[in-house]
């Protein structure tokens, strides 16, 4: 029986953690995740998804806020290995350095691209036309380390970055089971990256939600779509937010200038982009819930048409 110290945060690390529970030769010692965060809009403090999955299997879960300055605690859990998924924080090399089975990590990307904090967003963004899951060898420099193992996974023209999410989280927990067995008895190859072919893939940040209509047509509708359903887009039209939460390219040709409302078709809103015509079937308007572009037309929508999103 390995012990395995797992590390990760959000849903997508909460499923590796569940395949670790899975495997009948790990016994997952310890758990350590970011600390709770307030959550919408009454802030209340929430548990990482990793976190409540830990506690329902009994597992001791750490949260320290900087790993860095507190991580003495983990240098004594009797750890034979550590798999990290989708952390958040640098592992000192001190804690890398306890185990004597390595330790190791599960990227959502083909390394050596896309290194950073949201590959998944940034290959629909950038366009590409796939992506996949990297198992690697763990070193100080984030994400790396020797590469393992590969899985490849195909991006659809109408993939979000939900979508494709599920997508690689399917592939990650596979690539995790096929290659613990190497990873335990040490058969493994270990490839170097090639340093002169990485790219990175930054954290989305807060501007980046607002949406730009100007552009060509495939770079906006990939924008959006990368963000979809989290953290989502936007864009401003009367002094007011219109939040989209779906988006489709019509074969219809336009004028119009960019970020024109056009008028609804099949209840749908269409907005003019480059020439060609982006379809958005649901919509939050600032201050109302999230509903259908239907029920949207049927009340402020329809007086909106005519106008330029900015």
């Known amino acids: 029986m390995v012990n395995v110290l797992f590390m990760g945060t959000p849903e997508f690390a909460r499923r590796m953690l569940e395949q670790l529970y899975k495997e009948e030769n790990v016994n997952v010692t310890g758990v350590v ?22 506690l329902s299997h009994g597992t001791p879960v750490y949260q320290p806020v900087k790993m860095r300055n507190d991580y003495e605690e983990l240098l004594h859990l009797g750890a034979d290995m ?11 090399d001190e804690v890398l350095n306890c185990v004597p089975m390595g330790a190791y990590n599960l990227h959502a990307s083909l390394l050596p691209k896309l290194r950073g904090g949201a590959p998944i967003q940034r290959a629909i963004m950038n366009g590409m036309m796939k992506t996949g899951m990297t198992l690697m060898k763990m070193s100080s420099r984030m994400d790396a380390g020797d590469m393992i193992a590969k899985s490849e996974v195909e991006i659809e023209e109408a993939d979000t970055y939900g979508s494709l999410e599920e997508k690689l989280m399917d592939a990650s927990a596979k690539l995790l089971h096929d290659s613990l067995p190497s990873l335990i008895d040490g058969t493994y190859t270990a490839v170097p990256q090639d340093e002169s072919s990485a790219t990175f893939a930054p954290t989305i ?5 607002k949406i730009s209509f100007n552009g060509s047509y495939r770079d906006v509708y990939n924008h959006i779509r990368g963000l979809l359903p989290r953290p989502g887009v936007y864009a401003n039209v009367e002094d007011k937010k219109l939040k989209f939460w779906s988006v489709s390219v019509s074969e219809m040709t336009t004028d119009c200038p960019n970020g024109q409302i056009l008028p ?7 907005v003019a982009c480059a020439g060609r015509v982006l379809v958005f079937e649901e919509v939050q308007y600032e201050g109302k819930k999230r509903c259908s572009a239907k029920d949207f037309k049927n009340g402020i929508g329809r007086t909106l048409v005519g106008k330029r999103f900015y």
């Not at 550590?82 to 000192?92: E, R």
């Not at 609804?264 to 269409?270: E, K, R, S, T």
């Open 33 to 54: 995740c970011q600390p709770d965060q307030k959550v919408g809009r009454k802030q209340i403090l929430t548990a990482p998804p990793v976190k409540v999955l830990a």
């Open 82 to 92: 550590i798999i990290t998924c989708a952390y958040g924080q640098i592992v000192p």
């Open 205 to 209: 940040k807060p501007e980046e939600e």
């Open 264 to 270: 609804f078709i099949g209840g749908n809103l269409c």
